[in-house]
């Protein structure tokens, strides 16, 4: 199956600073890739949506200024938490589809502590 | 916002038995997809079902949607205590032309040995 890597798996950070996050599909060409954050216990919440070559589009409450994302080829989109605070401490996690296929291929997943 | 809402919040079996989660959502979708997570880890797509299925199996899973009601079921047989886990539903809404999930609040599973 396809398969969709992230880097780095587990990041702490101090507040202030800005992390950035990779997702790359990794034997396949996405058209669109997903960002989602998921705080514990809790379900995923898309963030934004984000085309290769062209600019994200952001869920309503999600400040795209803040979370700053590329998706500069068909095999990597980043995300950039910028002037990280704890309340970013989150769970981030990025899926990737294909224009061929209805499923999407979910990254492992990004672990933020913001201290 | 979420627009799926599952239900049990949290189901704890012995192995071998069955384990059923539901799933109703608000609007039209397009389709519903059960995905799995551990603990701490990515999603793994589990099952879709079209808006036009009524039901879907694959292994040990059987999954219903009865858009009459917009409310899907997934049906775990003979539970293992691997398959402790949350579940999670999410719909493609109908209108959506870009693949956009709507995830559900998830279910966590727990199967005792």
């Known amino acids: 199956g396809a398969v969709v890597s992230q880097h780095p798996s587990r990041v702490i950070c101090k507040s202030g600073t800005s992390v950035k996050i990779e997702c790359r599909s990794l034997?396949?060409?996405?058209?669109?890739m997903f960002w989602y954050r998921q705080f514990p216990k809790q379900s995923l919440m898309l963030m934004a949506t984000?085309?290769?070559?062209?600019?994200?589009?952001?869920e309503q409450g999600v400040e795209k200024d803040k979370f700053l994302i590329n998706h500069a080829s068909l095999t990597l989109s980043t995300l950039t938490v910028t002037s990280a605070h704890p309340e970013d401490s989150s769970f981030y996690i990025c899926?990737?589809?294909?224009?061929?296929?209805?499923?999407?291929?979910f990254g492992p997943g990004t672990r933020l502590t913001v201290l | 916002s979420q627009q799926g809402e599952e239900d049990p919040q949290a189901l704890s079996i012995q192995e071998g038995e069955n384990a059923t989660m539901n799933c109703s959502y608000k609007?039209?979708?397009?389709?519903l997809q059960w995905y799995r997570q551990n603990s701490g880890r990515g999603l793994v797509h589990l099952i879709l079902i079209r808006s036009n299925e009524r039901e879907k199996h694959s292994g040990r899973l059987r999954v219903t949607l009865d858009t009459s009601k917009k409310s899907s079921s997934l049906l775990i047989t003979a539970s293992r205590a691997a398959d402790t886990a949350s579940y999670f539903c999410a719909t493609v809404l109908g209108s959506s032309n870009t693949g956009k999930l709507i995830f559900g609040q998830g279910t966590t599973l727990q199967v005792k040995p």
């Open positions: 899926s990737a589809e294909s224009g061929a296929k209805v499923e999407q291929f």
């Open positions: 984000s085309n290769e070559g062209s600019k994200a589009t952001y």
């Open positions: 609007t039209s979708i397009n389709n």
């Open positions: 034997d396949f060409q996405a058209t669109t």
